[in-house]
């Protein structure tokens, strides 16, 4: 079973960056497109941004120009770099990946969540 561990989250004043990051483990043979979510109080969990294994970026419009998805496939790692970051950003962001494992056998999962609150 893959595993997604996520770390970087915290409380960030309005204007300020936060770096999140999820690392993959299990048998893993091969990861495709990895991405960010993030899910506010009282709303559905929305796409943040995606990156394939090639290096091809999709972010939603709110985040554009402000973050950035990138990755580490020796690593089998996802990041997310956030600036300027704003109130409305306040969310618990998830990490997801899909892939294959050395059986062959497909997966995607998901992260536990790392909380990032935005607020003065």
């Known amino acids: 079973q893959v595993q997604l561990v996520e770390s970087g989250g915290g409380l960030v004043q309005p204007g300020g960056s936060l770096r999140l990051s999820c690392a993959a483990s299990?048998?893993?043979?091969?990861?495709?497109?990895m991405g960010w979510y993030r899910q506010a109080p009282g709303k559905q969990r929305e796409l943040v941004a995606t990156?394939?294994?090639?290096?091809?970026?999709n972010y939603a419009d709110s985040v554009k120009g402000r973050f950035t998805i990138s990755r580490d496939n020796v690593e089998n790692a996802v990041y997310l770099r956030m600036n300027r970051l704003k109130t409305e950003d306040t969310a618990v962001y998830y990490c997801?990946?899909?892939?294959?494992?050395?059986?062959?056998?497909?997966?995607?999962?998901w992260g536990q969540g790392t909380q990032v609150t935005v607020s003065s």
């Open positions: 997801d990946t899909d892939g294959a494992y050395t059986s062959g056998n497909a997966f995607n999962g």
């Open positions: 299990g048998s893993i043979s091969r990861i495709n497109l």
């Open positions: 990156i394939t294994r090639d290096g091809y970026t």
